[in-house]
């Protein structure tokens, strides 16, 4: 099953381009949700990233305070890669 699933990666910087630890990040599956999983949060590592493994082929709105808001297609089997930049 997971072969199906794609992965997307996030990268958060501050409007300096420094890598952020700690930023939160939100995926939400576009169009709503049949399986109880339509959205996901977690927090950046220490070097600015967070990586959502085990996602639906679909396409998913990211949202990161500071940020704003960005759509991205997860395709199967592939690791998407998004990143964002913080206003402060």
Known sequence: MLA?????????KDEHGQLLAGAE???VLSGGDDHGDA???AKTNSRGVVRF???????YVISAAG?????VTV?????SAFEFSMRR
Do not use: D, F, K
């Open 4 to 12: 199906w699933c794609g992965v997307l990666e996030i990268t958060v």
């Open 75 to 79: 395709l199967p089997g592939e690791t």
């Open 25 to 27: 990040v939100e995926i």
């Open 67 to 71: 940020a704003g808001t960005a759509s």
């Open 53 to 59: 493994s085990g996602l639906r082929p679909a396409s």
């Open 39 to 41: 959205s996901r949060r």
